[in-house]
């Protein structure tokens, strides 16, 4: 396998283990090379070090914790990986600009600091545009679902193809555009789960 599928592999690993333990012995040793010659090879093959990368994500799955649930700081700091909150304030207000308590009450969630992970290969970005719509009427329907941050991936496709389902099959006829609005919040029941509303 050629550097740059090794790497692939790694980040793929990495990306399913930031709340456990990554010493660079141990991911070096999942690689099946020296902690000395991965490090040369992650930062040929990505452009970055591979302990600022994890901790990075790490920051970066923290952020999203912080704003998508009511967990306590402290908690969301020991998940992932720092030793107190201090710590993790620190290196939180280092990439974010902000301690983890005022990034959690902002009214906008910015993507400021925000490291996505690494793609290497065939990946490209969604293209995107900005629109500003003429004021409509829309009618329907909002539905909801609780889960942990860990299922939302999962779930977010089979709910959204349910509740177009459900509301489809409702319509007396289909409008010639269709809009899903989509808002999370965290849950008032558990402080480890959000809220997630969707509008069809």
């Not at 283990?17 to 040369?40: F, I, M, T």
């Not at 009214?107 to 290969?121: K, N, Q, V």
């Amino acid at each position: 396998m050629d550097q740059a599928g090794i790497i692939r592999d790694l980040l793929t690993w990495l990306e399913g283990h930031l709340d456990q333990p990554l010493s660079l012995d141990n991911v070096a040793a999942k690689a099946g090379y020296s902690k000395w010659h991965l490090q040369r090879m992650f930062k040929d093959v990505t452009g970055h070090a591979i302990g600022a990368y994890i901790r990075a994500r790490r920051l970066s799955k923290s952020a999203v914790a912080l704003r998508l649930t009511a967990r306590p700081i402290l908690d969301i700091a020991l998940q992932y990986r720092f030793d107190s909150q201090q710590t993790f304030t620190r290196a939180f207000k280092k990439q974010f600009s902000l301690t983890p308590a005022l990034y959690r009450r902002s009214p906008d969630w910015s993507s400021y600091g925000i490291r996505p992970p690494l793609r290497l290969g065939e990946f490209a970005m969604p293209k995107y545009e900005m629109v500003t719509l003429p004021e409509t009427h829309l009618i329907g329907t909002t539905q909801s679902y609780s889960c942990s941050l860990e299922q939302i991936s999962e779930f977010r496709h089979q709910m959204r193809v349910q509740f177009w389902r459900d509301f489809l099959s409702h319509a007396p006829a289909i409008p010639p555009l269709l809009y899903g609005l989509n808002e999370t919040h965290p849950s008032h029941e558990k402080d480890d789960e959000q809220e997630v509303f969707y509008t069809t």
